[in-house]
Nanobody, 118 residues
Framework: QVQFVESGGGLVQAGGSLRLSCAAS????????MAWYRQAPGKQRELVAT???????NYLDSVKGRFTISIDNAKNTVYLQMNSLKPDDTAVYYC????????????WGQGTLVTVSS
């Protein structure tokens, strides 16, 4: 299994920015597609952003133009730069494989809480 450790969350005012980090316990990003997910209180977890091993990205419509996913293979870390934050972005953010099969064979990290105040 690979352990994911998310960090960088916090309390920010609407319009502000945060950069989330997700460190993996071993080198996987050059092989597997990765994703950031989020789960707001009382809601199901949703896919926010994905990145392939080749660097191709995709985003949830509501975050397009505001969030950017990236990878640093040398640091085994995937990032999520979040700008122009809105109260609706409030959630616990997680990273994991962009694959239900691989997720089922791995565990989720503790996530990092992002709270956006209006």
């Amino acid at each position: 299994q690979v352990q994911f450790v998310e960090s960088g969350g916090g309390l920010v005012q609407a319009g502000g920015s945060l950069r989330l980090s997700c460190a993996a316990s071993r080198s996987i990003f050059s092989t597997y597609a990765m994703a950031w997910y989020r789960q707001a209180p009382g809601k199901q977890r949703e896919l926010v952003a994905t990145i392939t091993s080749g660097g191709r990205t995709n985003y949830l419509d509501s975050v397009k133009g505001r969030f950017t996913i990236s990878i640093d293979n040398a640091k085994n870390t995937v990032y999520l730069q979040m700008n122009s934050l809105k109260p609706d972005d409030t959630a616990v953010y997680y990273c994991n494989y962009n694959s239900l099969y691989l997720q089922s064979r791995n565990s989720w990290g503790q996530g990092t809480l992002v709270t956006v105040s209006s």
